[in-house]
């Protein structure tokens, strides 16, 4: 079973949040799981035209910076985003995200 590791969100920078989000298939990723906040994706259920070595990179940025987490659930790897605890270090990111 893979193990996903998790920055603590008191070590999630505005930096890195940012860099994170400068790619566009990963604010892509971002808005599509924000469009349905209450229920986790396998990476797979998100319309991305990439290769999965690629989508897995783009997760792996996204889940280092601090934005998403990531559960396994049987076979699946679940993620969602870290909506309440980045809204509390970052207020306002989440709208910002979903208006642009």
Same mark, same amino acid.
Not at 29 to 36: G, K, P
């Given at each position: ?17 940012m ?7 990963r ?21 991305l035209r990439?290769?999965?070595a ?12 601090g934005l @998403?987490?990531? +559960?396994?659930? !049987?076979?699946?790897? =679940?993620? /969602?985003?870290?909506?309440?605890e @980045?809204?509390? +270090?970052?207020? !306002?990111?989440?709208? =910002?995200? /979903?208006?642009?």
């Amino acid at each position: 079973m893979k193990k996903y590791r998790h920055p603590e969100i008191k070590n999630v920078t505005l930096a890195d949040v940012m860099q994170a989000l400068a790619d566009p298939c990963r604010i892509k990723i971002v808005r599509h799981l924000l469009n349905e906040p209450e229920r986790p994706f396998a990476c797979n259920e998100i319309p991305l035209r990439i290769a999965k070595a690629t989508r897995s990179h783009h997760f792996d940025v996204l889940r280092t910076s601090g934005l @998403i987490q990531t +559960r396994v659930e !049987g076979t699946k790897s =679940l993620t /969602s985003l870290r909506q309440a605890e @980045i809204e509390k +270090r970052f207020p !306002g990111l989440w709208k =910002l995200i /979903s208006r642009s």
